[in-house]
């Protein structure tokens, strides 16, 4: 007796045979002759030397311009020497008074205060931490100390003091006007910024990655439960 139609699990004629279970798909290959785009991964570029330029140059602005607030308050805060003036001569009442040393800390501690807040401002504003941003804080951390120390003696001239003297227009006791003896304090400021910005990168290098957030979950698929 002739038996009919499919035996088994043969397939059919014009049935596409299916794959074996065990058999690995095999990933096709871009096909390279086709005029199709390929998107290829890409590098994150970082800023172009105008970006730089134009961040040191704001940076170096900002930083300056805090010289003239702390220049004032120098001036206000330094003590004044104390001279005796009498038959056209000037003497110190102390000649070893600590009034000189006393203004040039004074300065010396508000560069370094000026300084740590400029580094901290600009690490915490700054959008790109490069070298742009390091530079113009040096530079205008230096002209800020300049500024300080212009701005404090700024309206007192010795020479005038001295010609009031010979004149014989001011006598008895006089503060002496303000002056800056230790030169290498104008460097403080600009120290302390490049000190405190290597502080912050090594903080940040060594401080402890943060987690992974979890995804909060979604209430809707819990409603659809």
């Known amino acids: ?17 299916d794959p074996a279970p065990d058999e690995p798909a095999v990933p096709q290959s871009p096909d390279l002759a086709s005029d199709e785009p390929i998107d290829l991964p890409r590098h994150r570029a970082g800023p172009g030397l105008h970006v730089e330029a134009l961040t040191a140059l704001v940076c170096l602005t900002g930083v300056a311009v805090l010289g003239v607030p702390v220049g004032l ?18 003497d110190l009442v102390n000649s070893e008074t600590k009034a000189f040393i006393a203004a040039d800390g004074t300065l010396f501690l508000l560069s370094l205060a000026g300084g740590v807040l400029a ?15 390091l530079l113009g804080l040096v530079l205008g951390a230096g002209l800020a100390g300049y500024l300080a120390w212009r701005t404090g003696l700024l309206g007192q001239d010795r020479q005038t003091l001295l010609r009031d003297v010979r004149a014989g227009r001011v006598a008895g006791r006089v503060d002496l006007p303000l002056q800056l003896r230790a030169r290498p304090i104008l460097l403080a400021w600009p120290a302390a910024a490049a000190l405190t910005w290597l502080g912050l990168i090594l903080w940040r ?4 990655p943060a ?4 995804p909060a979950p979604d209430p809707s698929a819990a409603v659809s439960r």
């Open 1 to 17: 007796m002739a038996l009919t139609g499919p035996v088994g699990n043969e397939p059919e004629v014009g049935q596409p045979a």
């Open 73 to 90: 308050l120098w001036r206000a805060l330094a003590p004044r020497a104390v001279a005796l003036v009498s038959n056209g001569s000037v």
């Open 119 to 133: 580094a901290a401002a600009a690490w915490w504003l700054a959008r790109d931490r490069g070298v742009g941003t």
């Open 205 to 208: 290098s060594t401080a402890p």
């Open 211 to 214: 987690p992974f957030a979890h």
